[in-house]
């Protein structure tokens, strides 16, 4: 395995001070023509172009749960992880055509503005609420944690040079964080192209090493093909339902990724609620115009389609490599085996310059989820808690003050939960602990949500009852309905852990909990006002696209038909 060298250490400093300085650049810029309202440092209203939202949102989406994360789950499950990047791509045509017109129409600028103007103060209050618990508590904590382990890993440290790392991380983060969402949005652009490029060349190598143990040389084509041939089971987009007797493994592996069901239930929900629903998303586009905000989209979309290139296909490597007899030191930790060290165990054969390279991309990627996350957790706090309900006079210099601090309590809190990993992160694997804990809200959120935006007669109490339908079915299908009510039934199959519990695939169970959720919210609505006096007026003119947008639709849809039928 090679080490830094002086070459690596270089490259990862110039990166830093790039990043730095042009963040410092934007915010003088910025500073120069007297910009410092709120809406500039939450938002960067207006001043944000399509390919700098599209490479923001890829930079704040892709991070250590892809990284760290889907290269874990590729090793031990394989490219059907992919379908959380490729379905995205549909997730966001969807979201540019149908979405954001709506909420650009309505002036909306956070998601619980959102739930005010549909239905009232009471739900957007709740709402914030749940927000910040899970962005501060699973998303900031976990995107820390697991960048941190996995930097730590590559340098072979220790505990403390792991609280370190978390610190720096933070602070880096920091940094890039309080000069608002415009120094976030345009530094986004040059992590994703460092990401980008450390990201295949990592792939790369990862793909020569593989060629390497099958006797072709450096090829790295060869070692994909070496790769198809040696685990073919790791190249199904569809898993197989496993039959009594399956092996635990296949089990496991089917509870994380359920075949051709996860399609049908909760595979859309993860999808259509994080890219349309979601502070920490939408925020990149609410203060453009409409057709620059729908071009940024779905550009993201299109770069969606080759992130399993850089953050699945490294995993698979990991895999093949280590069946055959190699980084079995590498996928340790603490002395136990960890499928999230595939991707660093790849990292480390990287050649003098290349890590550098390819540990700034990873470094560039967490930093810049981190930044994304810890602003959304601001805007929410300061526009839908503080200013409505603490202090309501508040100056624009007022909430940007508040808004600052708020970040620095975000990131110190999340400091503190990962210090030890208190959220049991590493027990969970990353991917698989962000997802399904997202998942617990995200039935109910996305309901009230879709429900909200195109039928008239959801009303306030509907959504609130749907918010705690949506958690409490969420509660009863992830932890008691094997035991309450059978582990077959025609709702669901129920499967054994190693630990002697039953569980049914936690996609499944958000595909169960959206399912009853808009029961209810369509019950409790039809027995209040014929139309709520808050629905939205929707003109299906708001839905036109112009070709340039059709166009980049309809490329982005042969793609992704031509990657699933390769790999069905």
């Not at 499944?508 to 409790?524: D, E, P, R, Y």
């Amino acid at each position: 395995m090679n080490k830094f060298t002086t070459i690596d250490y270089v490259i990862f400093v110039v990166y830093f001070i790039v990043v730095s300085g042009y963040g410092y650049w934007v915010y003088s810029r910025k500073k120069i023509k007297g910009v410092s309202d709120s809406k500039d440092f939450f938002l960067a209203e207006g001043s944000l172009t399509w390919w700098a939202i599209g490479a923001s949102l890829i930079a704040s989406n892709i991070s250590a749960e892809q990284f760290i994360g889907a290269s874990g789950t590729g090793f031990a499950v394989g490219l059907a992880v992919a379908a959380y990047e490729w379905v995205a791509a549909i997730a966001l045509i969807i979201v540019a055509v149908w979405f954001v017109p709506i909420y650009l129409k309505n002036k909306i600028f956070t998601m619980p503005q959102f739930l005010h103007t549909r239905y009232n103060e009471t739900v957007s209050f709740v709402m914030a609420i749940f927000w910040l618990f899970l962005y501060i508590f699973v998303n900031l904590t976990s995107i820390l944690y697991l960048g941190a382990l996995a930097l730590n890993n590559l340098i072979g440290g220790d505990v403390d040079s792991m609280h370190l790392i978390i610190i720096a991380l933070a602070v880096f983060a920091l940094f890039i964080t309080l000069g608002g969402m415009k120094v976030i949005g345009f530094t986004d652009v040059i992590q994703v192209l460092v990401l980008v490029i450390g990201g295949l060349a990592t792939t790369y190598i990862a793909l020569t090493l593989v060629s390497e143990k099958f006797g072709y040389g450096k090829d790295a084509l060869a070692g994909f093909n070496a790769m198809l041939k040696d685990a073919p089971d790791h190249f199904k987009m569809i898993l197989a339902k496993p039959k009594p007797g399956a092996p635990q493994a296949d089990i496991d592996k089917y509870l994380t990724l359920p075949g051709i069901a996860m399609y049908f239930a909760g595979q859309w929900i993860v999808n259509l609620n994080y890219w349309g629903c979601n502070q920490y998303i939408t925020q990149r586009a609410l203060g453009a115009d409409l057709k620059t905000a729908r071009t940024g989209i779905l550009f993201a979309g299109l770069m969606k389609l080759a992130m399993p290139v850089i953050v699945v296909l490294p995993g698979i490597a990991a895999y093949v490599l280590y069946k055959n007899g190699g980084l079995q030191a590498e996928m340790l930790s603490g002395g136990k085996f960890n499928s999230d060290n595939a991707y660093s165990a790849v990292l480390g054969f990287l050649p003098t310059g290349l890590k550098g390279l390819s540990v700034a991309a990873l470094t560039a990627a967490i930093v810049a989820s981190l930044a994304g996350k810890a602003n959304s957790i601001s805007t929410i706090f300061t526009l839908d808690i503080y200013k409505k309900h603490m202090v309501k006079k508040a100056s624009e210099q007022d909430m940007v003050k508040v808004g600052r601090w708020v970040i620095f309590a975000a990131m110190a809190l999340s400091i503190a939960l990962t210090w030890k990993d208190l959220l049991g992160i590493s027990g969970e694997g990353g991917f698989t602990f962000i997802q399904k804990y997202t998942g617990f809200i995200s039935p109910g959120i996305f309901a009230i949500f879709i429900l909200g935006f195109f039928w008239k007669h959801t009303t306030g109490t509907a959504a609130i009852a749907g918010i705690l339908t949506g958690f409490g079915m969420s509660v009863v299908f992830n932890n008691y309905a094997p035991a309450w009510f059978g582990h077959e039934t025609f709702l669901y199959t129920a499967f054994p852990r190693a630990n002697g519990t039953w569980e049914i695939p936690f996609l499944i169970c958000m595909g169960l909990s959206f399912l009853f959720t808009i029961i209810v919210m369509v019950a409790v609505s039809l027995a209040g006002p014929k139309v709520n006096a808050k629905a939205l007026e929707i003109d299906a003119s708001m839905f036109k696209v112009e070709r340039s947008t059709l166009a980049l639709i309809v490329v982005t849809l042969l793609l992704l038909t031509t990657l699933y039928v390769r790999f069905w």
